[in-house]
DNA sequence: GGAAGTACCTACATTTTGGTAAGTATCCAC
DNA sequence: GTGGATACTTACCAAAATGTAGGTACTTCC
C-alpha cells in the first residue's frame, strides 16, 4: 500500500500504466478524499479536526489514511506539536500545491463542460 | 452507475465532493482503464481488438465496461459497422480529446516530479 | 470438421476501497 | 467523576472496482 512496487524491466514506460509507480500517485491525487484534502489544504495550514469538519463528511481513519498517503508522496507536511490534548498541522508542500493547482485544474474544466457532459451523447451509438 | 444521483439541494457546488455528478466524470477519467483509453485513444480511431492490443492487459469484460462509461460521459464515439466479422470503431470526441489533453498533462507532470516524490520525503513526520 | 477471429455479455470470484464502532491517553471544565 | 476535546489506531463489514471463465453468432482459413 506504501511502497512502490517496481515495474517489470521490460516494460515500457508508460505513466497510466497501473503498475507503474506513477500511477498509484495519481491514484492518490485523485481518490474520493485525496482531491478534497488537497484543495482544502491549498495556501493552508488546518488541524486534523479542522480538516475533518472542512471535508464535512470524512471518517476518521479515512482521513487519516489518505493524509498518510500524500505524506509518503511529499504532498504534505505533519507537524505535530508534543502537547496535550495533541495538535497537530498539516499543510502542502511545494509539490503538494502544484497537484493541488493540477487537480483543481481539471476538476474545473470538467464543472465548465459538465454540461455538455451530462446532455451530451451526441451520437448515442450508432449503426453505419 | 450510468446515472447521475443529484447531489441534495443545500449542498455548495464542491466540483471534488463525492456526491457531485462532475466528482463521478472525474472518476471515470481518472480510473484504472479510462485514462489509459483516453490516451491510446488521443488522435486516433482505434477498434475494440486493437484497444485491447495497445492496453496489453485489459480483459474484455473492463475494456467494454470503461467504454461505455466513456461514450456515457460523451467522451468516445462508437460507430459499430454492421458487418460479420464485427467491426467496431472507437474515437475520441471534441471534448474527449481535451480530456485526453488534461489527463495526459496530469501524468506527465506526475513523471517529472517521480523523483521528488519517491525519494522525496523532506520532513517525516516530525514532532516540533 | 475444427480452429481462430470478431465484439461483445453474463455469472461468479477476488481485490480494493471505504465506512462504523470502539479503544487509547491525557487534559480541562463541570 | 463524568463528559468532551484531541489525534489517532484497530477490528470488523459493506460496497465498489476489477478479474476469470464461459458463452454467442457468424465467418474464413486449413
Redesign the pocket.
Known sequence: ?KDFPSPPPGMKANVLH?LCPSRQVL?HLT????ALILVALAGKTL????L?RALG??????L?????GLEADGMVT?V?HDV???????SLTEIGEEAAGLVQGLAAWVERRLPEILTGRVEPSQHC
Chains 1, 2 share one sequence.
Not at 488541524?47 to 479542522?50: I, N
Not at 487519516?64 to 498518510?68: D, K, N, R, V, Y
Not at 496535550?84 to 498539516?90: F, M, N, Q, R, W
Request: zero cysteines; a positive charge; aromatic letters at 10%.
Open positions: 500500500m497501473p491514484q481518490s474520493r478524499w485525496g488541524r486534523f479536526s479542522e475533518r463528511d470524512v471518517s476518521d481513519r479515512m487519516a489514511q489518505t493524509l498518510q505533519r505535530a496535550v490534548p495533541p495538535h497537530v498541522d498539516y
